[in-house]
């Protein structure tokens, strides 16, 4: 069984900063990508970021690029989010998943989830 572990939410004031991070564990699995999607209350889940696990090649949601960043630790199977001059809608509850193989920037593509880490930005 494979296990998507979030850390790092919390409440920040607007242009703060915040790095989440993900730790994959359990049963060794191939991964193609990784990724970040977040939802809002109300809304539908919107692709953040993701970032194929060998090669290292990044996506990023409409509009995010430049605030947010997507890294990985390969020895450490963990893949980070570095969330910089945060908005009040940027609040939500964000999401670590990991794809076998498909369209980095789909949720459709992701086989396994974490349970989510909440992130709130106070104006």
């Known amino acids: 069984q494979v296990q998507l572990v979030e850390s790092g939410g919390g409440l920040v004031q607007a242009g703060g900063s915040l790095r989440l991070s993900c730790a994959a564990s359990g049963r060794t699995f191939s991964k193609y990508a990784m990724g970040w999607f977040r939802q809002a209350p109300g809304k539908e889940r919107e692709f953040v970021a993701a970032?194929?696990?060998?090669?290292?090649?990044?996506y990023y949601g409409d509009s995010l690029k430049g605030r947010f960043t997507i890294s990985r630790d390969i020895p450490k199977n963990t893949v980070y989010l570095q969330m910089n001059s945060l908005k009040p809608e940027d609040t939500a509850v964000y999401y670590c998943a990991a794809a076998l193989r498909g369209l980095p920037s789909a949720p459709f593509s992701y086989d396994y989830w974490g349970q989510g880490t909440q992130v709130t930005v106070s104006s």
């Open positions: 970032i194929t696990w060998i090669a290292g090649t990044t």
